[in-house]
């Protein structure tokens, strides 16, 4: 947020005490650590760990000409991708279990919005201007579409795919051998965030009050019954056991059960 890293307390939420040397201004993303520690990050290359005492601990980075976007934490380690700060390229830091990070550009993409690693191992990212590309090999081979709008958000699936969904109500289910296809979505509106409940029911969240359920091959708009302005976006979705939390732009936390 605007002031820094919030913590939901179950009724409101609470400022994170953040280091003060830091510029709360520059943080654009957060991420839990295998050790309960939080991993923030953001622009002019800033990478933070938060140890669960409070006590935090920045990376030290080949080089800061780096806007950072979103992480990837898994027992691999840590990747995170971003765009140059200098040029229109897409860029990533790797800092994989027991090597220092490494900063790379990538060439063949704009911004990068949102990273994944699917079940095979690949380490798929997508972005700005339909980017959408795989990070684990030399080449950094993009993945061909038609590239229509920009991609911000990906989640992998459990039979190897992945859902990828974008600007003006973009959605893409890519194969386990990489071969994306446009779904029909029920909204032209932009497509924030994607997540997988534990059901493999895929649901997005979308810019003016809009939740989207994957219904076969169709995202299908669910209604939000609850008092927002129009212009309210949905930055998040969360789908738990039995329910569903997304937050809003407004700071609302949702929580609600679809109904049948």
């Not at 979103?70 to 971003?82: C, F, P």
Request: some cysteine.
């Amino acid at each position: 947020g605007a002031l820094g890293a919030y913590r939901w307390a179950g009724s409101d939420w609470t400022l994170v005490p953040l280091p003060g040397w830091l510029d709360h201004g520059v943080l654009r993303g957060i991420a839990s650590l295998p050790d309960g520690a939080l991993l923030l990050y953001g622009e002019r290359g800033t990478v933070l760990a938060l140890s669960t005492s409070g006590e935090a601990q920045p990376w030290r980075l080949p080089d800061d000409d780096i806007n950072l976007r979103a992480a990837l934490v898994d027992r691999s380690g840590i990747i995170l991708v971003g765009g140059r700060r200098s040029r229109p390229k897409g860029a990533c830091v790797e800092a994989l279990v027991g090597r220092p990070p490494t900063v790379r550009t990538i060439e063949t993409t704009a911004t990068l919005q949102s990273v994944a690693r699917l079940s095979s191992g690949a380490v798929i990212a997508c972005g700005d201007d339909g980017a959408l590309v795989r990070l684990d090999v030399a080449t950094s081979a993009v993945i061909p579409w038609g590239r229509t709008g920009h991609l911000l958000a990906i989640v992998a699936r459990s039979d190897g795919g992945a859902f990828v969904v974008g600007s003006g109500g973009h959605a893409l289910s890519l194969s386990p051998n990489l071969q994306a296809n446009l779904e029909a979505v029920q909204t032209t509106r932009d497509l924030t965030s994607v997540a997988i409940a534990q059901d493999g029911t895929a649901w997005a969240a979308s810019t003016e009050r809009r939740i989207l359920q994957r219904r076969g091959t169709t995202w299908a708009r669910v209604p939000v019954d609850i008092p927002m302005e129009e212009a309210t976006s949905i930055l998040t979705v969360h789908p738990l056991f039995d329910c569903i939390r997304a937050v809003a732009s407004d700071g609302q936390l949702i929580e609600g059960r679809p109904s049948t």
